[in-house]
């Protein structure tokens, strides 16, 4: 007997929550949008600052990457944007101000390449 009673008032209470259950806020992660060209800004060797001649990180809006040939596919986890191909995989941290900082052993030990992206172009003032 006591089963039928908790079954009807379950069936009672069925439709209520069909109708409120849509309507529960959830909360979605946040996407960031890093797609863009980014040009170096600063170059460490050692620590020590060095001129920054390196060709433009460029991140496409289809999770496609270039830099210097290297091209490949991208994905951001968190502060982080994950860059590999079919043999390498890096990360880079996201920093404030629109700058992604990669940090790599090359020839000369450590390395890390400061890239920015410039939101306005310099000296366009229209919005197409």
């Not at 700058?99 to 229209?126: C, D, N, P, S, W």
């Amino acid at each position: 007997m006591g089963y039928v009673r908790v079954a009807r008032i379950l069936v009672r209470f069925l439709p209520l929550a069909a109708v409120l259950f849509p309507l529960n806020p959830t909360s979605q992660a946040q996407t960031i949008d890093v797609s863009g060209r980014y040009e170096c800004t600063q170059a460490k060797v050692h620590g020590k600052e060095t001129p920054c001649k390196a060709a433009p990180l460029i991140l496409k809006n289809d999770g496609r990457f270039e830099l210097r040939g290297w091209e490949g596919s991208y994905l951001v986890n968190g502060g982080w944007v994950e860059l590999s191909d079919s043999l390498i995989k890096t990360r880079a941290r996201i920093e404030p101000g629109h700058k992604i900082v990669l940090r790599y052993y090359g020839k000369h030990g450590l390395v890390q390449m400061t890239f920015e992206r410039r939101v306005a172009e310099l000296g366009k003032t229209a919005l197409s």
